[in-house]
């Protein structure tokens, strides 16, 4: 009799073939869920960046053709999946002035320039420029954020027929509640179909997604700026391209990182600052006003919707211009209540309520706390999440030396014979620290003898070099000879190096 052979085993390659496998293919699950998502920000993004082609001074087709090129681009050739990439407000104010004073050419000029300045300042590493942002200006920028976005939603609710108010209450009591009866379908599309039919049906008469601007009806087509390719364009452009290029790369990497911290899970930052400059170089040549990461769309995405993967990036952008190009009259038909409850319940997401919550606040160092309300106040008066970033990692440093400052500590022993007074110096010398160094020692007073011992320090730069410089010749100009033990080997490099060189003669 015989017997059936058992199946043989998959091979090993066949195996690692299915590992390599994106998700939303091996499982319908995902990819349910990054369709959906991409949806709602399509959705989502159309008001936004007509509002932005508003600020730039461009047609409103320029923002939303930028929305498409840059998400669908960054979903292929980015670093952070699930990142939304698009038309944003802080681009558009940078660039604004520029096509106000020269035009259209020079502003798509400055956007593919921008790109090249941004792939070169990914490959020199900007990005590594990250880990010098403090977590308390992480936060800050987050609850500036939030902020910002229900700001941005507020003029929607100003001057408005009455029936605005309970289309939005009803929005985000959809979103409150629908994820209780199932999160299949993401509760922010719920929201907007149903209260699409329900103004629709009913006849109410709202401000909708048309009211905005004309949504365009094909698609965008490659071609050169319209601008002279003289060295007169490119020093007009260079210096808006420059702006460009860091508050997009400041932005996407801040962006980046939130996203990191919500999926717990890394994203290549080199390759994300690469990647924009790339997006940005396609959206200057198919006629777009450039972009950056755009932080509420990507919380839409991945926060509310639960997206994890380029898929949703890319169908984000896809389904922009399909909507735009096949159902622009429905699209035209939504009301801006439905996306500005959807903004709303964003902005209250992403808000990081425990940072300033009163146990908090009473745990929390005045120093930490006072650097994550200056973000705060810095993003909020100026609409710019990069200033704010800046002036909060500034803010954090000075805080950190005057702290570390106070740490350096002189104590003295005397021999008891006389002979000698041995200064033992602990804590960590820098600018800060060693400016009072100086000021530490007893020349008139000390044996003719003085050793100063610095195995509980570290030297960190030349004014610590300068001050040891300082205090040597003080004791010099009175027939005493010091002598310096216990240092490291980097402290005793930078300090063979250095010592006498700093002084004017030298």
């Known amino acids: 009799m015989s017997s059936s052979a058992p199946p043989s085993p998959p091979s090993a390659p066949a195996s690692r073939l299915r590992a390599l496998k994106p998700d939303w293919i091996t499982d319908p699950r995902v990819w349910r869920t990054e369709v959906l998502g991409g949806l709602v920000v399509a959705l989502a993004l159309i008001p936004e960046a007509i509002s932005f082609s508003i600020i730039a001074g461009v047609d409103p087709a320029i923002g939303l053709f930028a929305s498409f090129t840059m998400a669908v681009t960054i979903s292929v050739v980015g670093g952070r999946r699930a990142m939304i990439s698009a038309a944003t407000g802080a681009v558009a104010l940078v660039i604004a002035p520029l096509n106000r004073e020269h035009g259209f050419g020079y502003l798509i000029a400055a956007v593919i320039l921008a790109g090249l300045f941004q792939i070169v300042l990914g490959a020199l590493g900007v990005a590594r420029l990250m880990r010098f942002v403090p977590r308390s200006v992480m936060t800050g920028f987050v609850n500036a954020l939030a902020i910002l976005i229900f700001m941005a939603q507020v003029p929607e609710m100003h001057d408005v027929p009455w029936a605005v108010y309970p289309l939005i209450a009803g929005g985000l009591l959809l979103m409150v509640f629908f994820p209780k009866v199932t999160r299949v379908i993401p509760a922010p599309l719920v929201s907007i179909v149903i209260l699409t039919v329900t103004t629709v049906a009913a006849g109410i008469a709202v401000p909708t997604v048309g009211d905005k601007g004309e949504l365009p009806s094909s698609l965008p087509v490659p071609g050169l700026p319209d601008v002279p390719f ?27 990182q939130l996203v990191d911290d919500i999926t717990d899970t890394r994203s290549n930052k080199t390759r994300e600052s690469i990647g924009q400059g790339v997006a940005n170089i396609v959206t200057g040549f198919f006629g777009g006003m450039g972009g950056c990461a755009m932080i509420g769309q990507t919380m839409i995405n991945v926060r509310v919707s639960g997206a994890r993967t380029r898929l949703s990036t890319f169908l984000a952008g896809s389904f922009l211009m399909v909507l ?55 993003v909020v008066a100026t609409s710019n999440l990069a200033i704010g970033v800046v002036v909060g990692s500034v803010t954090a440093m000075v805080i950190f030396a005057r702290r570390v400052a106070h740490l350096a500590d002189v104590t003295a022993v005397t021999d008891p014979d006389g002979s000698q007074v041995v200064y033992s110096v602990t804590g960590e010398l820098f600018f800060a620290s060693s400016n009072d160094l100086v000021t530490r020692f007893a020349y008139a007073t000390d044996p003719d003898k003085v050793v100063i011992d610095l195995s509980a320090t570290h030297i960190w730069d030349a004014s610590s070099v300068a001050a040891l410089d300082a205090i040597e010749t003080k004791y010099a100009q009175r027939g005493k000879t010091v002598e310096i033990v216990g240092l490291n080997q980097p402290s005793a490099a930078l300090h063979t190096t250095l010592s006498g060189e700093l002084t004017a003669g030298h």
């Open 230 to 256: 003289t060295l007169d364009t490119l020093t007009t452009v260079a210096p808006y391209a420059l702006a460009m290029a860091l508050v997009g790369l400041m932005e996407s990497l801040m962006t980046a």
């Open 324 to 378: 735009c190009i096949a159902f622009g009259p429905v699209v035209s038909d939504i009301p801006m209540a439905a996306l500005v409850a959807v903004m709303v319940m964003v902005s209250f997401a992403t808000f990081d309520w425990h940072s300033i919550a009163p146990k908090t606040l009473r745990r929390m160092p005045v120093g930490e706390t006072a650097v994550m309300v200056i973000t705060v106040a810095i």
